[in-house]
């Protein structure tokens, strides 16, 4: 079910004016503010929205908020811009009234805003589709094109619009967008030339320079300096958070959307730069001989560059700043300018550029958004112009005058249409019209558009009069023809109140708008009136070579001249306002008001002063009185019905009949004064917010006792519900405690009954038991006795045949079993399997003494030839070596048992494999038996020299252990016998046999780190070889070795042991090698 929810719920402070109870400034005032103080910006009149400028972004705008505000009624939520917009466009599409929407408010209040919001939400809620994306597509990106041209940073808004807008957007019958057409008020041209300070100029000369390209700008003749122009004031160029280049991009973007060709927009940016150029253009004096001051151009660059760019001859444009050429009917006159004038034809020729370039814009935006069908259609238009502009200090000029006008004749508009609307509902509705006291303004339009003696028709009287015109003399003559208006106040005028009213100075008057009264200064009116441009000047800008130029001056052209003049800026504007007017009356008015809080652009900040100002001159008071006239506050029954049924007993809480007489009841029944209120056909007219404000009160108060009652009732019911719940919940708890405690008390007694059965159970068990043991046991026992009886009277029989071989048979059986035993046991305790093992078991009788050495010996050689069987042929070789080294030299040499776990490696040098040895092991052709490092004793010193000891089968090698060259290579055979110490020295000598090849040197003393294993080698080689005599060992402490002719002595002796070097050989004398052996521990 959809909520019912209005405006006045939760409503801060009211939400529609009309409500305010008492009506006063101030209390208007506090409700603004107690508003906006909640972020409340929008307040109503009626159905005027009140949009005060939150300067920051408010999160109301989101696509959530606008489908919640999409298809509601105006007063259902909490007012807002978008219900606002919502009202139009379905009033628009639905009962087929074309719609207005009319935004006012001062500079900076955030008109522009509220319209790009209004248009946003239509937008987004209108219909889709691919065409009518783009119709929306380029009916909003008109408005960054128009804001560039048109928008500039002033002191109270950074993105001022500088134009008044009303644009119509159309719609086909269903409601879908299908073009639109732009309108453009008074664009504010004079800040081309010049701007306040702290302001700038239009925003597009900045964005040129900042974001076009180098090459753009090269063919604009520009550069990106802004201190290069004399019309861009430098004091604030940059302004914080506007990015001018980004924007220039987003512009060109935008003029491409909306469909401007390439070459147009370089034509737009050409006048642009045109501008800037016209304004760096300087004049200085040159005095003629006919004693006139005459103006020349300063410095022709920029007048040059200018007239490329345009295609104009420079002469031509140079001229018309010197001369100006008057015609009247028949004559043409010149004459010439002089500086002053020259300056002033300058910037008249700027400004005028420049506006008329905005204008051309506008036409050209409509061309491309017009509708493209020729359907019928309908409207809604969206007009954002200033609202009233009152500068304090009464520096109100022209441009004021006419913008009060224009605010003058929409506060018309909306008095008559707001009155036409409230009497006809009233009508509608069969209600008596009352007559609404309220102020007419039309008395004020009169005094400023009378065709005969309006203001307006004065000064253009004044400025087309022949003779001195002055500000000065439009003044006297409005003091003569309006003097006596009761809305004209002047010092001078014919009724002299004025005259000592010093706030009125001599050169202003003042008019008291519907809003306020406004002090104008005179200064300027007529100049600004005429804005004249020289017709020079128009007739060089229409020669010149440039399409879009010809076109925006076409008064130039030489074949139209006109002599009349053209219509004053103020006859101008006073018809576009009559069109507008005219435009606007045909439709139905949807207003917003727009505030400014504070003078900083900042949130959070309301100055009260400021506020109360714009109330007044808005007439904001002056809508809700219109509005208060006749009934405050009106509803249709139903809703009425429905909000306030509960106020009467007869309606609550439902009432079956039609829905007005349950409301005549309800009023009836709460006593509500008759005066108070008028029942229309559908709605209730309720004449005083008081009374809406006691129904309200009343409303919340019965809420309250409503809110109790659902309260009691539901808290009652909870609890009764809660209470039965328990209680079944405890019938259910206490069954199933009952059910566990039953079962619980059952299995006890069960327990118990099985221990008491098993107990007996058990105890005849054990009688029974006991009785049949007794029984067994007396059988036992007759058993036995008998036996023992019966083994007696055996006994007895046989004794006489058993005694005889008793004993050698007991022995024989003993000593069997004995032995049994003894070999049974030996079989499980036998020792290990290694021959070296030697242990054995104990031996368990003395008598077994030789069985068991006799098995032990048994034993062990059994296990060593079962050691030896698993012997390979290599390993077998390898023992056979050990063995003949244990028969050469165990018991006889010290060394021998340290050799004994040394495994014979034989070739320690790896020989083949070493490839430092590949020469020497390329010249033995047999395998090396053994390779190792000994040294050879010199028998001149004892000192060793390291040699490589090859032992073949056939021969021994000695070679140079560095260059493995062979020193000496003997065939074995020629050695004789080998001579060793008894000690644990590694000293050898190698005999050889007298008068072989090998000899001739003599013998070989040598020593080795593996002399057992050499040795044995050796040996070796001679017990295996058949044609070989066995090598003799000779083992003794002193054997001669034979050297080349003599015979030196080698002798051995023990020293005490010491630590290092083994043995050591010294030479004693010729005879006499010494070799000192430590002792080894
Ligand atoms: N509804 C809004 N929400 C947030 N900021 C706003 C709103 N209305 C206006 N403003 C701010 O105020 C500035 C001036 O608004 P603008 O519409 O340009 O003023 P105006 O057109 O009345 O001169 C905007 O640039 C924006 O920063
Ligand atoms: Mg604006």
Redesign the pocket.
């Known amino acids: 079910m959809e909520v019912k929810t209005s405006l006045l719920d939760n409503m801060i402070g009211v939400g529609d004016m009309v409500l305010l109870e008492p009506l006063t400034a101030d209390s208007f005032l506090e409700n603004l503010r107690n508003r906006f103080d909640h972020n409340e910006i929008y307040t109503y009149i009626g159905s005027v929205v009140i949009s005060l400028?939150?300067?920051?972004?408010?999160p109301i705008y989101t696509p959530d908020k606008v489908e919640e505000y999409r298809n509601r009624n105006f007063y259902e939520l909490s007012p807002h811009i978008y219900a606002l917009a919502d009202e139009a466009y379905r009033s628009l599409r639905d009962q087929d009234k074309d719609q207005c929407i009319l935004i006012t408010?001062e500079?900076?209040?955030?008109?522009?805003?509220a319209s790009k919001l209004v248009m946003s939400y239509v937008a987004a809620v209108c219909g889709k589709g691919q065409e009518v994306n783009k119709v929306k597509e380029q009916l909003l990106q008109s408005n960054p094109v128009l804001e560039a041209f048109g928008n500039a940073k002033t002191v109270r808004?950074?993105?001022?619009?500088r134009f008044g807008k009303y644009m119509d957007i159309e719609f086909d019958f269903k409601g879908d967008p299908l073009g639109g057409v732009i309108s453009n008020y008074l664009l504010e041209k004079s800040r081309v030339v010049k701007q306040p300070r702290g302001e700038r100029n239009f925003h597009i000369f900045y964005q040129l320079l900042s974001g076009a390209s180098d090459e753009t700008l090269k063919k604009l003749k520009l550069e990106r300096d802004f201190s290069k122009y004399n019309y861009l004031s430098l004091d604030s160029a940059a302004v914080n958070g506007l990015d001018d280049a980004a924007n220039f991009r987003t512009v060109r973007n935008a003029m491409q959307i909306v469909g401007f060709m390439e070459d147009e927009l370089h034509s737009v940016l050409e006048l642009v730069a045109a501008v800037l150029k016209l304004g760096n253009i300087e004049f200085k004096h040159e005095s003629r001989c006919n004693g006139i001051d005459e103006s020349r151009i300063k410095d022709k660059n920029d007048l040059k560059e200018m007239c490329e760019l345009l295609g104009i001859e420079q002469s031509v444009l140079e001229r018309a700043f010197s001369y100006r050429t008057v015609e009247a009917k028949l004559e043409k006159m010149s004459t010439t300018l002089n500086v002053a004038q020259a300056y002033c034809a300058r910037d008249a020729l700027a400004k005028n550029l420049y506006s008329r370039l905005f204008s051309w814009l506008v036409t050209r935006i409509n061309e491309s958004i017009k509708a493209q069908t020729k359907a019928r259609h309908k409207v809604m238009g969206v007009l954002?112009i200033y609202g009233f502009e009152i500068f304090e200090d009464g520096d109100n000029s022209f441009e004021q005058f006419v913008i009060n006008y224009c605010n003058e004749k929409l506060q018309q508009i909306f008095i008559e249409l707001t009155l036409r609307e409230e009497q006809e509902e009233y009508v509608r509705e069969g209600i008596e019209w009352t007559n609404i006291e309220y102020f007419n303004n039309a008395i004020i339009c009169d005094l400023i558009e009378n065709n005969q003696n309006g203001i307006l028709a004065m000064l253009d009287e004044e400025c087309l009069r022949p003779g001195t015109v002055t500000d000065e003399t439009f003044l006297d003559k409005l003091n003569t023809i309006c003097g006596e208006h009761q809305h004209f106040e002047s010092r001078l005028s014919k009724n002299s109140k004025f005259l000592t009213d010093h706030s009125l100075p001599h050169n202003c008057f003042r008019i008291q708008h519907y809003a306020g009264k406004v002090l104008y200064r005179v200064e300027g009116f007529v100049d600004k009136n005429n804005d004249l441009l020289y017709r020079d000047l128009s007739q060089a800008m229409f020669k010149a070579n440039h399409n879009l130029m010809k076109q925006l001056f076409p008064e130039g052209n030489p074949a139209k001249v006109n002599l009349k003049r053209p219509p004053t800026a103020g006859f101008q504007f006073k018809a576009s306002v009559g069109t507008l007017m005219k435009n606007l009356q045909t439709k139905n008015p949807n207003y917003i008001r727009?505030i400014k809080p504070n003078d900083k652009k900042t949130p959070h900040i309301f100055t009260d002063s400021l506020v109360r100002h714009q109330v007044s001159y808005l007439g904001l008071m002056e809508n809700v009185r219109v509005r208060r006239a006749g009934y405050a506050f009106r509803q249709p029954y139903e809703p009425c019905l429905e909000r306030y049924k509960m106020l009467c007993r007869r309606t609550w809480p439902h009432w079956r009949g039609p829905a007005r007489e349950g409301v005549e009841v309800l009023m009836g029944d709460l006593q509500v004064p008759h005066e108070e209120f008028s029942y229309g056909r559908s709605k209730i007219f309720i004449r005083n917010p008081r009374t809406l404000f006691f129904l309200e009160e009343r409303r919340r108060q019965c809420l309250r006792d409503l809110a109790t009652l659902i309260q009691k009732i539901y808290r009652g019911w909870k609890c009764c519900s809660r209470f039965l719940l328990l209680k079944k919940s405890q019938v259910v708890v206490a069954a199933w405690y009952r059910r566990y405690a039953q079962q619980k008390k059952y299995q006890q007694i069960k327990s118990a009954t099985t221990v008491v059965q098993s107990y007996t159970r058990g105890w005849q068990a054990r009688k029974l038991l006991r009785e049949l043991k007794y029984q067994k046991k007396c059988e036992k026992a007759a058993t036995t006795i008998a036996a023992y009886w019966h083994g007696t009277q055996v006994r007895r029989e046989y004794r006489k045949f058993f005694r005889a071989n008793a004993g050698k048979k007991i022995y024989n059986f003993a000593i069997q079993r004995i032995a049994q035993k003894y070999f049974l046991g030996l079989k499980s305790s036998l020792p290990s399997m290694s021959p070296i093992d030697k242990s054995w078991p104990v031996r368990p009788y003395v008598f077994l003494d030789g069985v068991h050495s006799e098995l032990r010996r048994i034993f062990h050689l059994w296990r060593c030839k079962k050691y030896r069987s698993e012997f390979t042929s290599e390993k077998k070789a390898v023992f056979e070596e050990k063995l003949e080294a244990s028969e050469l030299f165990k018991d006889k040499k010290t060394l021998y048992p340290s050799s004994v776990n040394q495994p014979f490696k034989g070739d320690y040098l790896e020989i083949s494999k070493n490839p430092k040895y590949q020469k020497l092991s390329s010249t033995v052709d047999e395998k090396v038996l053994l390779a190792d490092v000994v040294n050879k004793i010199n028998r001149a010193n004892g000192k060793g020299t390291a040699r490589i000891f090859l032992l073949t089968k056939k021969n021994f090698i000695l070679a140079d252990q560095k260059t493995g060259q062979v020193k000496a290579s003997v065939p074995l055979p020629d050695v004789t016998s080998v001579s060793v110490s008894t000690q644990s020295d590694g000293f050898f000598a190698l005999k050889l046999r007298e008068g072989s090849a090998s000899a001739v040197k003599g013998d070989f003393l040598l020593s080795s780190e593996h002399l057992i294993e050499l040795i044995t080698k050796l040996h070796h080689v001679g017990v295996t070889a058949a044609d070989q005599e066995q090598l003799n060992v000779d083992i003794s402490d002193e054997f001669l070795v034979q050297f080349k002719q003599d015979k030196v002595c080698v002798k051995f002796i023990q020293t005490p042991p010491k630590n290092g070097n083994g043995a050591s050989c010294k030479r004693r004398n010729n005879r006499l090698l010494e070799v000192s052996v430590p002792l080894t521990v």
């Open positions: 400028n939150p300067y920051r972004s408010l408010g500079s900076g209040a955030g008109k522009t805003e808004n950074d993105n001022s619009s954002d727009c």
